[in-house]
């Protein structure tokens, strides 16, 4: 069964900084491009970032580029998006999902985490 | 970036009744290299991730009740609920890979009128 369980959410000031983690396991792990995506209260979906599956390819939203980083760790079956410079409007509930990946490129996600809560206030 | 326009917004159907959900983008997401159509739909409901039920924009991801379908090309494009069921309560989200930043419409809400 394909499991992805996130942690690192939490409550953090403007100008902070956390490490998401995510750990999966029911399928093999360097086979997949992987994903964040993130989800404000009361609002839509809205992706962050995507990793091809060996780290070589990232992306980024525009709102999160230069203060967020995505990583993996094949070796350890974990994704990480160290999050950095953070802001109110960062605030958010974090999924990662698994990328169908297409060409190397982030494409759909098939598998969702439940997600972990990042809170940015003052 | 590709802006992802749904509508409606909500919409209240009655039990076995269908129901369609549109979806709009900014520019075309068919790349004609390979004559597919990147765009997928997700269902979303409360308190819980959202599930994939469509990609290439009408193939059925496994598992996904035969009720739902997903058509269109180009720009426009269509989920459709044949027979609305309870268990279709929802917030549905379309969304692009064609292009990065990947984007997601703004979401439909399906209630039971």
């Known amino acids: 069964e394909v499991q992805l369980v996130e942690s690192g959410g939490g409550v953090v000031r403007p100008g902070g900084s956390l490490r998401l983690s995510c750990a999966v396991s029911?399928?093999?792990?360097?086979?997949?491009?992987m994903t964040w995506v993130r989800q404000a209260p009361g609002k839509g979906l809205e992706w962050v970032s995507g990793i091809d599956w060996n780290g070589d390819s990232t992306g980024y939203a525009d709102s999160v580029k230069g203060r967020f980083t995505i990583s993996r760790d094949n070796a350890k079956n974990s994704l990480h998006l160290q999050m950095n410079s953070l802001r109110p409007e960062d605030t958010a509930l974090y999924y990662c999902?698994?990328?169908?990946?297409?060409?190397?490129?982030?494409?759909?996600?098939?598998?969702w985490g439940q997600g972990t809560l990042v809170t940015v206030s003052s | 970036d590709i802006v992802m326009t749904q509508s409606p917004d909500s919409l209240a159907v009655s039990l076995g009744e269908g129901a369609t959900i549109n979806c709009k983008s900014s520019?075309?997401?068919?790349?004609?290299?390979?004559?597919?159509?990147?765009l997928a739909w997700y269902q979303q409901k409360p308190g819980q991730p959202p599930k994939l039920l469509i990609y290439w924009a009408s193939t059925r991801e496994a598992g996904v009740p035969d009720r739902f379908s997903g058509s269109g090309s180009g720009t426009d494009f269509t989920l459709t609920i044949s027979s609305l069921q309870a268990e279709d309560v929802a917030v549905y989200y379309c969304?692009?890979?064609?292009?990065?930043?990947?984007?997601f419409g703004g979401g439909t809400k399906v209630e039971i009128k």
């Open positions: 029911g399928f093999t792990f360097d086979d997949f491009g």
């Open positions: 999902a698994r990328d169908m990946g297409v060409g190397g490129k982030s494409s759909y996600f098939d598998h």
């Open positions: 969304q692009q890979y064609y292009s990065s930043p990947l984007t």
């Open positions: 520019q075309s997401v068919f790349y004609s290299s390979n004559s597919k159509t990147y």
